[in-house]
């Protein structure tokens, strides 16, 4: 287990630093970055000025470990539009944003497992005809046309929940469900489609024959040959959590880290473009890891790969 939690942190070392490039490299993709700090009322001696002074005349490899050694230190520059440190502007919008994606994730997984084990357990069932009649909705319905609804229900009808804000636990309620109805569907049809697996294999026979109660045979046995890819899959989808939820953070005004980068994306603000884009890659690369490491734990074959 040692040697392969060394081989993948190996791994996702290579891997951050071929996406760090890669976030840095972006903003040239789009052109000029200079000409877009400008603006479209300058003339080209200003973009000349602005060139020289961000250093963009400069080759490109020289920029990038210019700036690697600027995030190995903490230092990911200042925000043109802010004004104030990147790291210090990140910080602050990250933490409202991760709070909702972990219980986004949570609430999914509390609702999307046992359904899936129970409409795996009991196929064309009632309960999976149910189940699967939710995923449907949930892939269906567009999440900023739920969270509406939610709204409408919740704070202009019964007005028991506050539209919009971070200013107590309950403003985190409405976008909570938004996010964890919309990434219930994938983890509830891939543990029920885990669960129809396992429980076609002979070590699941075998286990009934030894007397097993149905309980052990379903949760310690079938469920943790199913948990695998349902690993996997949670740890992907709390990393598009993290950068996908400009949506769920525009409909409930939420100054989280999907609205900064709508803002900054918007206003040019290259140095917070770049950080942001580092860091939701880092967290995929980090939850994806994870996801690795504990699937090695439940599964000893992976090891050896």
């Not at 972006?26 to 479209?40: C, K, M, T």
């Not at 609430?107 to 357990?121: F, M």
């Not at 543990?191 to 310690?220: H, K, N, P, Q, W």
């Amino acid at each position: 287990m040692l040697s392969y939690a060394v081989r993948r942190i190996a791994m996702a070392c290579l891997l951050t630093l071929f996406v760090s490039f890669i976030a840095y490299s972006l903003i040239f993709a789009a052109g000029d970055p200079a000409a877009a700090l400008a603006g479209n009322a300058s003339t080209a001696a200003d973009a000349d000025r602005l060139r020289q002074l961000y250093g963009f005349d400069r080759p490109i490899i020289v920029q990038y470990l210019h700036w690697l050694s600027g995030v190995l230190r903490g230092d990911l520059g200042t925000s043109l539009y802010f004004d104030q440190p990147v790291a210090t502007l990140l910080l602050e919008r990250f933490t409202t944003t991760a709070r909702l994606g972990f219980f986004g994730l949570v609430l999914a997984l509390v609702i999307a497992v046992p359904l899936g084990v129970v409409a795996g357990r009991w196929p064309n069932s009632m309960v999976d005809r149910l189940a699967l009649l939710l995923a449907v909705v949930g892939q269906a319905m567009p999440s900023f046309w739920f969270a509406l609804l939610l709204m409408i229900l919740f704070s202009v009808k019964l007005s028991i929940l506050p539209a919009s804000g971070t200013a107590s636990w309950q403003s985190f309620v409405m976008p909570t469900i938004v996010l964890g109805y919309f990434s219930m569907p994938a983890i509830m049809r891939l543990t029920r489609s885990g669960m129809i697996s396992a429980l076609e294999s002979d070590y699941i026979r075998t286990a009934r024959a030894m007397g097993l109660s149905e309980a052990r045979v379903l949760f310690d046995y079938a469920l943790r040959n199913a948990a695998l890819p349902i690993i996997s899959l949670s740890s992907a989808q709390f990393g598009f959590m993290l950068a996908g939820s400009v949506v769920v953070e525009s409909v409930f005004a939420i100054h989280g880290a999907g609205s900064l980068a709508w803002e900054s994306i918007s206003r040019a603000d290259l140095p917070t473009v770049q950080a942001l884009v580092l860091c939701f890659s880092l967290f995929y690369v980090f939850f994806t890891m994870v996801a690795d490491m504990l699937n090695a734990m439940l599964d000893p074959r992976m090891r050896s790969k």
